[in-house]
């Protein structure tokens, strides 16, 4: 099982493994980089893109949709290196390092992966988007980190406790920067790819005769890179900011001030806790453990910015659905959800409550026994 | 060294002559002619070919139109220019020389 990337060729999608796609990004940019100095540049590449592709479509049919890494190598090697006419194919570009390695700077060199970050990712997420996150992060199916957070529940209900946790702690990926380096890929390379497609359109109609054929290629075109945009996942955003509704220049500014108010109220609150066991002397929830309380604040922190937030960014137009109007209720559910949680383990059952009471000494043991058996191995 | 391997940087040098000859009897897109090549001795790969094409076009040797396909989006179809044709007609004379040259050096 590999994981699939989609890409654009002079207008068209198609689906690669993540291989082939590495290989092909070098061989392209290999070839760009040859063709630096070539007034044509441009051009050719579209004609390489568009050789590429049609090889790609003899390869696809209705049962296989997706070319595996293997066949992109094969294309690499049939299409051969692309060397410039004028002679300069020869020369290595500045850079190159030693000059016995002028020629190996191939197709086909392997890439310097760019860096991954942990997010949560929303996009296809249960609850709130941490499995996808490591899944992402990971490279691994999302079902195998799910499975693995549900056993890690039964075990103590550390699973539990290391989801709401995480959930609290990890950043969430809503730039197309940011959705790059949860997959651990490189944004800008997306971006090429993306002027490329452009560049390739618009040397195509510049040169077409014929207004009807050239009318239908730009309709077809344009709906093939709206829905390639859709698939892509990276690079591309997958929304565009509408206008601001009326009234968002006071509305902000109000939005803002409020936000930063409750972020410094509950920064100081938290500061409190943790310094004297308590909030403001308010006897906040005394009688549970420290940590549940740090839970607990955290969790009605949350629970007043979150709507806050969503009103702040259905003010920027985020039409997204996981953001949009619903978004701010699936917050604040989220968040009761938390409080309530910690409040029935306390409040009610008195068995529970004395058995996540133990929790961190458990923890601790499970660790150690996993240590023991380890080292027994 | 083989004589394929001799060989290597006169091919090179005739692959413009031979791509003039494959356009000027029909027009072709750029598939059409790598697989016309591919039977011959000139055999050559699109990275090889696209460059020359353009660098072709620039010096107005070739010409091309975009055509709608069957299969696909529209290709560019080549054709001669004038001056191609000029370049064609006196590459074929010189390349004549050549062979002349080939049959008679040496013979008594």
Same mark, same amino acid.
């Given at each position: 099982? *590999?994981?699939?990337?989609?890409?654009? +060729? *002079?207008?068209?999608?198609?689906? +690669?493994?993540?291989?082939?796609?590495?290989?092909?990004?070098?061989?392209?940019?290999?070839?760009?980089?040859?063709?630096?100095?070539?007034?044509?540049?441009?051009?050719?590449?579209?004609?390489?893109?568009?050789?590429?592709?049609?090889?790609? =479509?003899? &390869?696809?049919?209705? *049962?296989?949709?997706?070319?595996?890494?293997?066949?992109?190598?094969?294309?690499?090697?049939?299409?051969?290196?692309?060397?410039?006419?004028?002679?300069?194919?020869?020369?290595?570009?500045?850079?190159?390092?030693?000059?016995?390695?002028?020629?190996?700077?191939?197709?086909?060199?392997?890439?310097?992966?760019?860096? =991954?970050?942990?997010?949560?990712?929303?996009?296809?997420?249960?609850?709130?988007?941490?499995?996808?996150?490591?899944?992402?992060?990971? *490279?691994?199916?999302?079902?195998?980190?799910?499975?693995?957070?549900?056993?890690?529940?039964?075990?103590?209900?550390?699973?539990?406790?290391?989801?709401?946790?995480?959930?609290?702690?990890?950043?969430?990926? !809503?730039?197309? @920067?940011?959705?790059?380096?949860?997959?651990?890929?490189?944004?800008?390379?997306?971006?090429?790819?993306?002027?490329?497609?452009?560049? $390739?359109?618009?040397?195509? #109609?510049? #040169?077409?005769?014929?207004?009807?054929?050239?009318?239908?290629?730009?309709?077809?075109?344009?709906?093939?890179?709206?829905? %390639?945009?859709?698939?892509?996942?990276?690079?591309?955003?997958?929304? #565009?900011?509408?206008?601001?509704?009326?009234? @968002? %220049?006071?509305?902000?500014?109000? +939005?803002? #001030? +409020?936000?930063?108010?409750? !972020?410094?109220?509950?920064?100081?609150?938290?500061? !409190? &806790?943790?310094?004297?066991?308590?909030?403001?002397?308010?006897?906040?929830?005394?009688?549970?453990?420290? %940590?549940?309380?740090?839970?607990?604040?955290?969790?009605?922190?949350?629970?007043?910015?979150?709507?806050?937030?969503?009103?702040?960014?259905?003010?920027?137009?985020?039409?997204?659905?996981?953001?949009?109007?619903? $978004?701010?209720?699936?917050?604040?559910?989220?968040?009761?959800?938390?409080?309530?949680?910690?409040?029935?383990?306390?409040?009610?059952?008195?068995?529970?409550?004395?058995?996540?009471?133990?929790?961190?000494?458990?923890?601790?043991?499970?660790? !150690?026994?996993?240590?023991?058996?380890?080292?027994?191995? | 060294?083989?004589?394929?391997?001799?060989?290597?940087?006169?091919?090179?040098?005739?692959?413009?002559?031979? /791509?003039?000859?494959?356009?000027?009897?029909?027009? /072709?897109?750029?598939?059409?002619?790598?697989?016309?090549?591919?039977?011959?001795?000139?055999?050559?790969?699109?990275?090889?070919?696209?460059?020359?094409?353009?660098?072709?076009?620039?010096?107005?040797?070739?010409?091309?139109?975009?055509?709608?396909?069957?299969?696909?989006?529209?290709?560019?179809?080549?054709?001669?220019?004038?001056?191609?044709?000029?370049?064609?007609?006196?590459?074929?004379?010189?390349?004549?020389?050549?062979?002349?040259?080939?049959?008679?050096?040496?013979?008594?």
């Amino acid at each position: 099982m *590999n994981k699939v990337i989609s890409i654009n +060729l *002079n207008g068209n999608a198609y689906q +690669l493994e993540e291989g082939g796609f590495e290989a092909l990004r070098a061989y392209l940019d290999t070839a760009a980089r040859r063709l630096e100095s070539n007034p044509d540049k441009a051009e050719i590449m579209a004609d390489i893109e568009e050789a590429i592709a049609a090889k790609f =479509r003899s &390869l696809l049919g209705p *049962n296989k949709t997706v070319i595996v890494a293997k066949e992109v190598a094969d294309i690499i090697a049939e299409m051969g290196p692309v060397e410039d006419a004028a002679g300069a194919a020869e020369i290595p570009h500045p850079g190159a390092g030693a000059p016995a390695g002028a020629g190996r700077d191939a197709e086909g060199a392997a890439p310097v992966p760019p860096a =991954r970050h942990l997010f949560k990712i929303h996009e296809g997420a249960k609850i709130g988007g941490v499995c996808t996150g490591l899944a992402a992060y990971f *490279n691994i199916d999302v079902t195998l980190v799910r499975i693995a957070f549900a056993f890690l529940i039964f075990a103590w209900g550390s699973g539990l406790l290391l989801y709401v946790l995480m959930w609290f702690i990890l950043p969430s990926a !809503s730039t197309p @920067a940011e959705m790059a380096a949860a997959h651990g890929m490189a944004s800008a390379t997306a971006q090429e790819f993306i002027r490329r497609a452009r560049q $390739g359109y618009y040397e195509g #109609t510049r #040169t077409f005769g014929d207004k009807r054929a050239y009318r239908e290629w730009k309709r077809r075109f344009k709906s093939e890179m709206r829905g %390639w945009k859709q698939q892509v996942k990276w690079g591309v955003p997958p929304w #565009t900011p509408n206008p601001p509704p009326a009234g @968002a %220049w006071i509305a902000l500014p109000v +939005l803002n #001030t +409020l936000i930063s108010a409750v !972020s410094i109220i509950g920064f100081i609150a938290l500061v !409190s &806790l943790v310094a004297t066991g308590d909030v403001f002397g308010l006897g906040f929830f005394v009688w549970w453990p420290f %940590w549940a309380r740090i839970l607990t604040l955290v969790g009605l922190i949350g629970l007043v910015r979150c709507p806050l937030k969503a009103i702040r960014r259905s003010y920027y137009g985020y039409p997204w659905g996981h953001w949009g109007p619903s $978004g701010s209720l699936w917050c604040v559910l989220k968040w009761v959800f938390v409080v309530y949680l910690v409040v029935w383990i306390f409040g009610i059952h008195t068995g529970l409550h004395d058995a996540v009471q133990h929790l961190p000494p458990k923890l601790h043991h499970a660790a !150690s026994s996993v240590e023991q058996w380890w080292n027994q191995q | 060294m083989s004589v394929n391997e001799k060989f290597t940087s006169i091919r090179k040098g005739l692959l413009e002559f031979l /791509v003039l000859k494959v356009i000027a009897a029909d027009k /072709v897109y750029a598939a059409d002619i790598l697989d016309q090549l591919s039977r011959t001795e000139f055999a050559t790969q699109e990275g090889t070919l696209y460059p020359l094409l353009s660098k072709m076009r620039r010096e107005e040797l070739v010409d091309y139109e975009w055509k709608e396909s069957d299969a696909g989006p529209p290709r560019k179809y080549y054709q001669l220019t004038a001056k191609g044709r000029e370049q064609l007609k006196e590459t074929s004379e010189y390349w004549q020389k050549i062979n002349a040259t080939l049959r008679n050096l040496g013979q008594p």
